[in-house]
C-alpha cells in the first residue's frame, strides 16, 4: 500500500541530496606558518647580511627537517652527545621560549626530572641535533611560559615516554586556555605586572595586590607609533620565497 | 655577526666583510715613501666626486676610478707590485688564513674615567659625600707634578685599532664576502682595512695564497662558497660521534 502525501498524490521519488566535498586539504593549505627567526630584526644591517642567512637556513632545513612548532608544544629532541653511552641524548620538554634570529635561534625545553626541573636550551640550526619531534601540539595562551619555573611542578611534568599524539594536518592547532597554580610568593619574576600581559596564571592572590600592580602599567605604549614593526609585508615576502626555495 | 659550527660540533661567532669596489689607486716606490718595502694605495667603497677638491680628484683621474671613500696604504714586496686600476676582490683571501683587520672603534664622546679606563670608583654608601665615579688621586707627593698621559676623563672611541690573527672561515666570491673569526673594532656597516696577519705563529698559515692576487678575468673558476676544511657546510647531513 503505498502512502498517500496530504496533497492526495501519490508520492514520487525523491533523490537524496547531492554530498557536499570539503577539501579540507586545501582549506589547510591556506595556513601559512613562518618561523619566527627568519623574520630579520630592526635595525640598520645590510638585508643582503640576512639574505644570505636565510640562503644557509634553507640549506639546513632541505638537509634536516624542523617541524612547524609553537610555545607549548612538547617536543623530543634527540642531540648527538661524545660523552652519552649511545652517542645520542633525548630529552622531552615544553617548549617555553623561542629565541634569537636568523642561524642563532634556540628554543628552551623544560621537564621535571625525578623531582628536578630540568631546562635546556637549543640551537635549531646546530649540526648536533640529529631529531626534532613534536609529541603533542598545543599553544597556550601566552608566547613565553616562563612562569612555569614559579608554578606547581605537576604543571611541566611531562612523561619521558610519552607516545606522540597523532594531529591531522590541514586542522587549527588547538589552544589549551589552561590557568596554571603558581607556588606561594616570592616567585623569580613579578608575573601579576601588566608588563609581562600573562594569561595563563590563576591569580589567588587578595585584590589589592592586583591592584597595586596595575600601578605599573603603561597604557601609552600601545599607541606609540616608534615602537610599531610591522612585519605583515616582510613575512610575505620571506615567506614566498622560503617555499619556493624549500619546494625546489 | 653569526654563528659558524665546525664538524667536531663546536661553535664560533664569525664577522661578514664585504668587499665593494676596491680599487689599486697608486704605486709609491720605496724611496718615494721613505720606508723599507714600497707600497700600495687602495681605495674601498665608491663615493661621489662632488665634494672634494680637483687635487684630491687627481688620484683617482690617474687610476681611472671613480672616488672611493677610504684609502689605506698596504706596505707590498717588490714581487707583489699590482698595477694600479685593477680590483680587487674577496678571493684575494682564501680560508684557513689569518688576517687582522682594522677600523675606526664606535665613537663613545666624552667619558668618565670608569668606563674610559675601568677604575673602580668609590662605593656608594659609608658616608661618601658627592664621590661615585671619581679618579680620586692622581699623584703622589713627592713627584709634586701629574705625569704625562696620567688615565683622566677625556673623549673615548672613534680612533683606529686592530684586532690580530683572525682566522677566515669561509669566503662568498659571488657577494664577496668574507666570513672572519669573532669580532671587529666598528659599528656596522662601518670601512675596515683587511691585511694579511703579520703575527709570528700565523707566519706559514698562508698556503697557496693567489699572489698577487685574485684576477677575476683570469682562467680560474672558483666555486660560489669556498669553506675551511674544519667548517660544518648546511650541505651535510647531522655530526654524529662514532
Known amino acids: 500500500s503505498c502512502r498517500i502525501s496530504s496533497d492526495g498524490k501519490p508520492a514520487t521519488f525523491q533523490p537524496p541530496p547531492k554530498p557536499v566535498i570539503i577539501d579540507k586539504q586545501k582549506q589547510g593549505l591556506q595556513r601559512r606558518f613562518l618561523s619566527p627567526e627568519f623574520i630579520p630584526p630592526r635595525g640598520r644591517t645590510d638585508p643582503l647580511k640576512f639574505f644570505i642567512e636565510r640562503r644557509d637556513m634553507i640549506q639546513r632545513r632541505k638537509v634536516f627537517n624542523i617541524p612547524e612548532f609553537y610555545v607549548g608544544h612538547i617536543l623530543a629532541v634527540t642531540t648527538a652527545n661524545p660523552y652519552a653511552s649511545e652517542k645520542a641524548s633525548r630529552f622531552v620538554g615544553i617548549c617555553i621560549q623561542r629565541g634569537g634570529k636568523g642561524l642563532g635561534a634556540t628554543f628552551v625545553l623544560r621537564n621535571v626530572i625525578e623531582d628536578q626541573g630540568v631546562e635546556i636550551c637549543y640551537e635549531l640550526y646546530s649540526p648536533r641535533i640529529q631529531a626534532i619531534e613534536v609529541l603533542k601540539l598545543e599553544k597556550r595562551l601566552d608566547d613565553n611560559l616562563m612562569y612555569l619555573r614559579d608554578a606547581l611542578p605537576e604543571y611541566s611534568t611531562f612523561d619521558v615516554n610519552m607516545k606522540p599524539v597523532s594531529h591531522l594536518e590541514h586542522e587549527e592547532i588547538p589552544v589549551n586556555k589552561l590557568q596554571v597554580r603558581m607556588k606561594p610568593k616570592p616567585w623569580s619574576k613579578r608575573w601579576e605586572r601588566p608588563k609581562y600581559n600573562i594569561k595563563g596564571i590563576k591569580f589567588e592572590l587578595p585584590e589589592e595586590k592586583m591592584k597595586e600592580a596595575q600601578k605599573w602599567s603603561k597604557p601609552w605604549l600601545e599607541f606609540d607609533m616608534l615602537r610599531e614593526y610591522d612585519t605583515s609585508k616582510i613575512e610575505e615576502k620571506i615567506w614566498r620565497e622560503v617555499s619556493e626555495a624549500l619546494k625546489k | ?242
Open chain 2, 1 to 242: 655577526m653569526m654563528p659558524i659550527w665546525t664538524k667536531s660540533g663546536k661553535k664560533h661567532a664569525v664577522t661578514l666583510l664585504k668587499v665593494q669596489d676596491c680599487h689599486v689607486l697608486k704605486y709609491i716606490s720605496k724611496e718615494e715613501s721613505g720606508g723599507r718595502t714600497p707600497q700600495l694605495l687602495v681605495g674601498g667603497k665608491n663615493a661621489s666626486p662632488f665634494s672634494k677638491s680637483e687635487s684630491a680628484m687627481e688620484i683617482f683621474k690617474e687610476a681611472g676610478v671613480p672616488r672611493k671613500q677610504k684609502i689605506s696604504t698596504f706596505n707590498v714586496t717588490d714581487d707583489a707590485i699590482i698595477k694600479p686600476g685593477t680590483p680587487l676582490y674577496a678571493a684575494h683571501f682564501r680560508p684557513g688564513q689569518f688576517v687582522d683587520v682594522t677600523a675606526k672603534t664606535i665613537g663613545k664622546g666624552f667619558q668618565g674615567v670608569m668606563k674610559r679606563w675601568g677604575f673602580k670608583g668609590q662605593p656608594a654608601s659609608h658616608g661618601q659625600t658627592k664621590t661615585h665615579r671619581r679618579p680620586g688621586a692622581i699623584s703622589t707627593n713627592k713627584a709634586a707634578k701629574v705625569y704625562r698621559g696620567k688615565k683622566m676623563p677625556g673623549k673615548m672611541g672613534n680612533i683606529y685599532r686592530t684586532s690580530f690573527g683572525l682566522k677566515v672561515w669561509r669566503i662568498n666570491t659571488k657577494h664577496d664576502i668574507i666570513y672572519v673569526n669573532g669580532s671587529v673594532p666598528g659599528h656596522k656597516n662601518c670601512l675596515v682595512k683587511v691585511r694579511d696577519s703579520k703575527l709570528p705563529s700565523c707566519k706559514d698559515c698562508n698556503k697557496n695564497p693567489p699572489f698577487p692576487t685574485f684576477f677575476a678575468d683570469g682562467d680560474e673558476e672558483l666555486p660560489e662558497d669556498l669553506y675551511d676544511d674544519e667548517v660544518f657546510q648546511f650541505t651535510d647531513p647531522s655530526v654524529t660521534y662514532a
